[in-house]
């Protein structure tokens, strides 16, 4: 959405226009935050999914027509469907995010949980929290030596995300 902001203000007002300054600003903190959060070891955020979005507000702002006028009607239609496609976008994830016990986890509580599964010998639990690990890590190095504890105590069953 700032890269989106930033083109439409460049586009509208200029470099120096109040939402060209503005939605610069903010994509050079979000980018700014990424990255010190990439550096420190965050908690998966997955900079790959911001930058696929940055760029993909680009390039639908760059493809929009710009309207010499709009009516109030198209405008109001326009910002309804906006804000509706919003909340269901908010809505499927916070749906999907509630139905996966290892959202709120942390990778260390994903990584204990997956250890204390091991040690009382609940395999599939185990497997679930290896999963959990591997879809926090993202991009990252795999988690190697969890995969070879659980593969070792409960067998190959634990396949790797990519392979499914």
Do not use: K
Not at 15 to 30: I, K, T
Not at 84 to 90: D, E, M, P, T
Not at 125 to 133: E, P
């Amino acid at each position: 959405l700032f890269a989106a902001g930033l083109i439409a203000g460049l586009r509208l007002q200029g470099l120096r226009g109040p939402l060209s300054v503005r939605m610069g600003g903010a994509l050079l903190f979000v980018v700014f935050l990424a990255t010190l959060s990439s550096i420190v070891g965050g908690a998966g955020t997955d900079n790959a999914s911001h930058l696929g979005g940055a760029i993909a507000g680009v390039v639908i702002a760059l493809a929009w027509r710009l309207p010499r006028t709009s009516s109030r009607r198209v405008v109001g239609v326009t910002l309804a469907a906006c804000v509706g496609a919003l909340l269901a976008c908010v809505g499927a994830v916070a749906w999907r995010d509630s139905r996966d016990p290892f959202t709120p986890l942390t990778m260390q509580a994903r990584f204990d949980f997956t250890a204390a599964a091991l040690a009382e010998g609940r395999c599939a639990d185990a497997f679930d929290g290896l999963r959990a690990v591997e879809r926090l890590r993202g991009g990252m190095a795999p988690a190697t030596s969890l995969r070879a504890q659980v593969s070792a105590m409960c067998g190959n069953g634990a396949t790797p995300l990519d392979a499914r």
